[in-house]
């Protein structure tokens, strides 16, 4: 008694040599301009993240810099959301100088400064991500951080896969983080495609061996420890760093622990009151906070696990004071800590497990307002994140604003070509809606994704829901757009060509009635298309032309492009250079509107038409 206790740190850093070493190794061929992707997989709390973190001084002390984007299970997450994370952080550091960019300010909205229209293509967005991601490496070497991505969207994946793919010489080094108990379905089917590239390294972490415990715990509590001690930890933790971690601090809190004659022991008589199992281990770490801390936290962790103190202080936190107050006392028990952020408002749970366990501990009743007072306050101050916004809506009970945000949301997704997650918006939407007009809106955009992804019958079946729930209306642009697109998906599916037609031809009496010239020149290229198929050229360049001149008459550029190529391939057989001058009409709209799927269609019928004149180098 009367000794003076050692200091207590808890961030300290043991084992892993072999794999830092490794790391260190891809960062030095990365800096040398041979680019590589490193997957680090290991349970929740073996320390993958960190390890990961660790290359921070190691890209600074090289000129560079990391920064990281975060994958969550939340349903609500926003498409590309750990790309957009990566993007901003970039953004922020100064690195790129500044340039016009089409698609990205569509995932990092402060990037929008007079910038053109989007171009419509999701490989656009890609290639933009990838030209940004090579201008910040030109200044210093790049490590790109991106966690837990067992969670990770297929948008999230296909970037991952395409910047792969492109990369040559760029001084980037990519690091996954991934959760190997909760790796399942599309993870695994996407590692094994990055295992087919040379440049894909995978280290698997396990959790500390004893010897590396012992170092742990020496180093945290700045001496020698009894062997009891050391016995309770690791028959506790396990060796997971983040286990031990937790119940170290519960010991200090408990007092269970006391340092005497040179060294620090366990309590004998406290043993026996300490949980011998991990059950309930985060639970009793957050009691240790005051009330006010937990009632301050529990919006905080409602918002998510990186939140903005303005936005929980403006859904209903508490003042500033109070607010601050709980962070500095949650970041003194480790429960949260400062985001990387510049503007030090954002803060960061130290652990998804510890927000799980906030929202576990919140009143039904209570965490209902909390969801309501969250999505009131974004609605303010980041309208945009609508994906958010109708997630904590619905979680509220609160349907119709939740349907509208849903559907914002997925038209979000939409823009930026993110199927799956627009899909499962649309989906939440028409949940969510008891008016058949909206519940129709909601089914005829997931027919358009069931479209786009080949999915026909599907289209046709929800194309049939809509208009059932619509059955008695009279018409309008809305009961016409899905009429015509549940026969395209039939005609799609086989429906004879002269079927079609007919039903095509009642549609465009309706069309031109309404004054619609945008669904009168679609409902034209699919009757033109079908006159085609029949063989009747003539009377499919008659409607074509038609359709150009309805679509002449709108202000969409890729319209009067799909209907002049419809022209160019339907007068392809008898008039060469008048389809030639068509699609290339047609290529420099889809070029001008960005729309590169277009453009290849348009260098495909131009090269059919220059081998069939005999110039071979032209068409190649």
Not at 166 to 177: D, K, P
Not at 269 to 294: C, F, H, I, M, Y
């Given at each position: 008694?009367?000794?003076?206790?050692?200091?207590?740190?808890?961030?300290?850093?043991?084992?892993r040599?072999?794999?830092?070493?490794?790391?260190?190794?891809?960062?030095?061929?990365?800096?040398?301009?041979?680019?590589?992707?490193?997957?680090?997989?290991?349970?929740?709390?073996?320390?993958?993240?960190?390890?990961?973190?660790?290359?921070?001084?190691?890209?600074?002390?090289?000129?560079?810099?990391?920064?990281?984007?975060r994958?969550t299970?939340?349903?609500?997450?926003?498409?590309?959301?750990?790309?957009?994370?990566?993007?901003?952080?970039?953004?922020?550091?100064?690195v790129?100088?500044?340039k016009?960019?089409?698609?990205?300010p569509?995932?990092?909205?402060?990037?929008d400064?007079?910038?053109?229209?989007p171009?419509?293509?999701?490989y656009?967005?890609?290639?933009?991500?990838?030209?940004?991601?090579?201008?910040?490496?030109?200044?210093?070497?790049?490590?790109?951080?991106?966690?837990?991505?067992?969670?990770?969207?297929?948008?999230t994946?296909?970037?991952?896969?395409?910047?792969?793919?492109?990369?040559?010489?760029?001084?980037?080094?990519?690091?996954?983080?991934?959760?190997?108990?909760?790796?399942?379905?599309?993870?695994?089917?996407?590692?094994?495609?990055?295992?087919?590239?040379?440049?894909?390294?995978?280290?698997?972490?396990?959790?500390?061996?004893?010897?590396?415990?012992s170092?742990?715990?020496?180093?945290?509590?700045?001496?020698?420890?009894?062997?009891?001690?050391?016995?309770?930890?690791?028959?506790?933790?396990?060796?997971?760093?983040?286990?031990?971690?937790?119940?170290?601090?519960?010991?200090?809190?408990?007092s269970?622990?006391?340092?005497?004659?040179?060294?620090?022991?366990?309590?004998?008589?406290?043993?026996?009151?300490?949980?011998?199992?991990?059950?309930?281990?985060?639970?009793?770490?957050?009691?240790?906070?005051?009330?006010?801390?937990?009632?301050?936290?529990?919006?905080?962790a409602?918002?998510?696990?990186?939140?903005?103190?303005?936005?929980?202080?403006?859904?209903?936190?508490?003042?500033?004071?109070?607010?601050?107050?709980a962070?500095?006392?949650?970041?003194?028990?480790?429960?949260?800590?400062?985001?990387?952020?510049?503007?030090?408002?954002?803060?960061?749970?130290?652990?998804?497990?510890?927000?799980?366990?906030?929202?576990?501990?919140?009143?039904?009743?209570?965490?209902?307002?909390?969801?309501?007072?969250?999505?009131?306050?974004m609605?303010?101050?980041?309208?945009?994140?609508?994906?958010?916004?109708?997630?904590?809506?619905?979680?509220?009970?609160?349907?119709?604003?939740?349907?509208?945000?849903?559907?914002?949301?997925g038209?979000?997704?939409?823009?930026?070509?993110?199927?799956?997650?627009?899909?499962?918006f649309?989906e939440?939407?028409?949940?969510?809606t008891?008016?058949?007009?909206?519940?129709?809106?909601?089914?005829?955009?997931?027919?358009?994704?069931?479209?786009?992804?080949?999915?026909?019958?599907?289209?046709?079946?929800?194309?049939?829901?809509?208009?059932?729930?619509?059955?008695?209306?009279?018409?309008?642009?809305?009961?016409?757009?899905?009429?015509?697109?549940?026969?395209?998906?039939?005609a799609?599916?086989?429906?004879?060509?002269?079927?079609t037609?007919?039903?095509?031809?009642?549609?465009?009496?309706?069309?031109?009635?309404?004054?619609?010239?945008?669904?009168?020149?679609?409902?034209?290229?699919?009757?033109?298309?079908?006159?085609?198929?029949?063989?009747?050229?003539?009377?499919?360049?008659?409607?074509?032309?038609?359709?150009?001149?309805?679509?002449?008459?709108?202000?969409?550029?890729?319209?009067?492009?799909?209907?002049?190529?419809?022209?160019?391939?339907?007068?392809?057989?008898?008039?060469?250079?008048?389809?030639?001058?068509?699609?290339?009409?047609?290529?420099?709209?889809?070029?001008?509107?960005?729309?590169?799927?277009?453009?290849a269609?348009c260098?495909?019928n131009i090269?059919?038409?220059?081998?069939?004149?005999?110039?071979?180098?032209?068409?190649?």
């Amino acid at each position: 008694e009367g000794e003076h206790a050692p200091t207590i740190d808890l961030r300290q850093f043991v084992g892993r040599d072999a794999e830092m070493r490794r790391l260190v190794r891809l960062l030095e061929a990365s800096v040398g301009g041979a680019p590589h992707l490193v997957s680090i997989v290991g349970e929740a709390g073996v320390g993958k993240s960190t390890l990961a973190r660790r290359l921070t001084t190691e890209a600074a002390l090289r000129g560079g810099s990391l920064v990281a984007g975060r994958c969550t299970e939340a349903d609500s997450r926003a498409p590309y959301a750990p790309w957009a994370e990566i993007i901003s952080s970039i953004h922020r550091l100064g690195v790129v100088g500044a340039k016009t960019w089409r698609e990205l300010p569509q995932l990092v909205p402060a990037m929008d400064a007079g910038t053109s229209a989007p171009a419509g293509n999701k490989y656009t967005l890609f290639d933009e991500i990838l030209a940004f991601l090579r201008l910040a490496a030109v200044t210093g070497p790049l490590v790109i951080q991106l966690d837990d991505m067992q969670w990770a969207d297929s948008g999230t994946w296909d970037v991952l896969e395409h910047v792969m793919t492109q990369l040559t010489h760029e001084r980037i080094l990519i690091c996954l983080t991934v959760r190997a108990e909760e790796t399942r379905g599309e993870a695994i089917e996407r590692r094994h495609r990055l295992v087919r590239d040379e440049r894909f390294h995978e280290i698997r972490l396990r959790r500390l061996n004893d010897t590396e415990v012992s170092q742990w715990l020496c180093g945290v509590l700045g001496g020698e420890t009894s062997p009891e001690l050391l016995a309770y930890l690791l028959r506790c933790s396990e060796g997971n760093p983040l286990l031990a971690t937790q119940i170290v601090r519960m010991l200090l809190d408990e007092s269970a622990v006391r340092y005497e004659q040179g060294r620090w022991g366990l309590r004998v008589e406290s043993e026996a009151k300490l949980p011998s199992a991990l059950t309930g281990l985060v639970d009793r770490r957050l009691e240790r906070l005051s009330p006010e801390t937990r009632r301050v936290l529990n919006t905080a962790a409602v918002i998510g696990r990186s939140f903005d103190i303005d936005l929980a202080i403006a859904a209903g936190a508490g003042t500033e004071d109070e607010m601050l107050d709980a962070i500095d006392e949650a970041i003194a028990h480790a429960v949260i800590e400062a985001s990387t952020d510049a503007s030090g408002s954002y803060f960061t749970f130290t652990h998804g497990l510890l927000v799980d366990a906030v929202r576990r501990s919140i009143n039904p009743r209570r965490l209902i307002r909390i969801h309501e007072r969250s999505a009131q306050a974004m609605e303010l101050r980041t309208p945009d994140n609508a994906a958010a916004i109708a997630m904590h809506y619905d979680q509220a009970g609160i349907p119709e604003k939740a349907y509208r945000h849903a559907m914002a949301a997925g038209n979000a997704a939409l823009a930026i070509y993110a199927h799956a997650d627009a899909r499962r918006f649309f989906e939440l939407a028409e949940r969510e809606t008891v008016d058949p007009v909206e519940r129709a809106s909601a089914l005829h955009r997931l027919a358009e994704i069931a479209e786009t992804e080949g999915r026909h019958a599907l289209g046709e079946e929800l194309c049939d829901r809509a208009l059932a729930g619509l059955e008695g209306r009279p018409d309008d642009h809305a009961l016409l757009g899905l009429r015509r697109m549940r026969h395209r998906t039939r005609a799609l599916q086989g429906q004879p060509a002269q079927t079609t037609i007919i039903m095509c031809s009642e549609l465009l009496v309706t069309a031109r009635a309404l004054g619609d010239h945008a669904e009168e020149s679609q409902l034209l290229n699919m009757i033109s298309q079908c006159l085609g198929r029949l063989g009747e050229w003539r009377e499919a360049e008659d409607v074509a032309c038609e359709a150009v001149a309805a679509a002449e008459k709108t202000d969409d550029a890729r319209l009067l492009a799909e209907s002049l190529t419809r022209l160019g391939t339907s007068v392809m057989d008898r008039n060469t250079t008048d389809a030639a001058d068509f699609h290339k009409r047609a290529l420099s709209l889809f070029r001008t509107a960005g729309d590169r799927c277009g453009e290849a269609r348009c260098h495909i019928n131009i090269g059919r038409l220059q081998q069939r004149s005999g110039t071979g180098p032209a068409c190649d």
